[in-house]
Every structure is written in structure tokens, then in C-alpha cells.
């Protein structure tokens, strides 16, 4: 089940594989996954963002608008959840990812993060309540980015346990070169490790920094103790693979150079001073594509396929998926299969088409793959293995 890890962090830097100077650019079009077949399991949501299950085998999934909706085992969605807190729903901002406490069968724990204020000033938030019936009580904010930025992009923001008990969120660079921070492009602020903007940020469950993070080690007193990873545009897929331990994660380029990336602690993945991604006008951002020091992705989408929900597929319901990462493409409108070789660079990649923007990909407690997606009327896709 996504959202919840239960292998072991021991030893993450040793799973990461080494640096690839000239990670594999795939092409926009790869050939179909055989063997898998698709079926509607809901239909009625309004722009689904992400999706957690429940103990009893229900699920609970947010909606971008600011709801959140318990769905029946056979998909059917219930009304809005009551207490929900209020979102900013500008631009990409909104009710974003939806995760469970670790311990939630004990304690109810519900984790949202989305966005607050409007145009003119907003950020990225955590927050959390209690599942009470079919509201959520207690509500209270654990954490939001403490700068403000302007316009409606490049919020993040996906949620992942460790095993540990900590928890992973992503937050987007604050946007392209238009939007201004203290006179600069506000994307400039993924390199500075004490700003939250282009960051993966590992927190305990009340929000706070955790221990053993970058900034307790050879970044002491450089980074803030939230920041886990930093160079990151805008990460909207993250997983974590239950067998091996490894954490993955995807976000989007500008024009082309999305990346599929080996999640390291204290990692600089270099946006957006060394990129495969060109500017929206087609110039170039930088010439660096790697720089030592710098961790290379491991793969990267060129045109761009708007990388965004991200699953590690781990199950004997679809035999074929073993081992799978499985990204969600909104611009591509499918499920991108990526296997990783022996010697950790990818097998050509293939495809399970879609035809809809693809917000996020999710194993269920079934075994079968759930796709939402990005559509005012939001449905989920279930694959599963064809007969």
C-alpha cells in the first residue's frame, strides 16, 4: 500500500546506485505494456489529487477543490467530508496529497497537505485531524513554508511514511522566472538549503524537524532542519520501493527534461543550475546537464510527459508489474512502466495508455494499480492483469 512504508531506512544511500553522467531521454511515444487491462472503479470526483486506504478496505481521496471523500470498497463516493481545513485553491494549489498516520487504526491521524491565501501570497502547508465518521476533528497546521510567494504554481506537494516514523512532503520551486522573490527568480531558492522552496522536506509526525536529518550532519547549522534533499522544481511523484528500501521520485521540467530520480539524503538534484529542461521559449536554462557533486537523474522525459503521481509496484496480482515503478504522465495521459536493470540503468520503457491527464498512481491493499484522473469529472482506473 502507498503512503505507508514498512521496510527498513538502514543503508539508503548505500541503495542508491551511483551518479549516471547520460541518463537515458525517452521519447514521448514508447511502445503499450501487454498483458494489462483497465476498468472505471469511480467515477464523480472533481479533480482527485491523491488517495490512501482505510483499514476496512475504504479510501480516502482528496479532490483539488478542497474536499475530501471516503470511497467504498466497489468505489462508490460518499458526500464530503466534514472539517476539512480551508485551501487556496489558486492556479495548481489546493487540497493536494492525502496520507494516513503510520499508527492511524490507533489514533485517526489524517495528513493533508495543500495550500493557503490567494494570488497575491500563498504557501504550502501540513496539516492534520482525526477521522471522526465522516468529518475530520481537531484539525490544526503543523508546518507551513514559512515565505509566501505570488501566482498559482509549483506548490508540490506529495507525502511519504518512512519506516521510521517520519514523514517526507515535497514542495515546488515557487515557479517559473516570471514569478520574483526578494528580486531574484524565485526558483533560484532550490539551491539555498535554509528556504523550503524546491525541497524535499522529513519531519516527525508533529510536523517538526527530524532527527538525523542533512542538517545534523556534514550540513550542520547550513541547512534548516526540515530540508532532507534540495534542487528540486517541482517533485509530484514520490515512492518508496517496500523490498529494497529505496525511495524514487518524479517532478517536472520546463520544456522537456522531466526526471525520474534515486532519492538520497542530503542529495542535490542540481535545479536549476544543471538541467536537461529548456526554458518555455525553448532557450536554454543552463549548458550544465551534470556537475560533480550534483546527483544525475536517473532517467529523463524529453518532450515532457508532466510527470506526476509515482508508485513502486511490489505484488502477485499483476505478476507482470513486479518491480515496476509506475509514473503517471498528465500531459502524456498515461502510466509510464520503467524497470530498472541489474546494473541500475532503466530497460526501455513501455506504456499503459489512459487517455486521460493522470494525477496520481497508487497500489491498493488488492494488489491492483489505481489511477486517478485530472479531470472536473475525476475518475479512478483500476489495471489489473488481462485473461
Known sequence: MRKLAMASLVGLAAIAAPACAAPPVVAFEVPAEPGIATEVWATGLNKPWGIVWLPDGRALVSEKGGTLRILGRDGKAGQPLAGVPAVGAVGQGGLLDVSLHPDFAT????????????????RTVLSRGKLQGNALVDVKELM???????????????????????????IGDGGNPNIQLDGQPIRNNAQDPKAYFGKLLRMTAEGRPAPGNPTEGKQKGQWDGRVWSIGHRNIQGLALDLK??????????????????????????GWPLVTHSLEYSGQPI???????GFRDPVSVWTPSIAASGLGVYRGRAIPSLDGAILAGGLMSQDVRVVRIGANGVPLPEKRVVIGARVRDVAVGPDGLVYVLTDEDAGRIIRLKASR
Open 144 to 170: 507551513r513554508n514559512p515565505t509566501a510567494k505570488s501566482g498559482g504554481a509549483h506548490f508540490g506537494s506529495r507525502l511519504l511514511w518512512l519506516p521510521d516514523g517520519t514523514l517526507l512532503m515535497s
Open 244 to 269: 529494497t528500501g529505496g525511495i524514487w521520485a518524479t517532478e517536472h521540467g520546463a520544456r522537456g527534461g522531466d526526471e525520474l530520480n534515486r532519492m538520497v539524503a542530503g542529495g542535490n538534484y
Open 286 to 292: 543552463t549548458k550544465e546537464r551534470s556537475r560533480p
Open 107 to 122: 489514533n485517526g491521524f489524517v495528513y493533508l497537505a495543500h495550500s493557503v491565501g490567494d494570488s497575491k501570497a500563498n
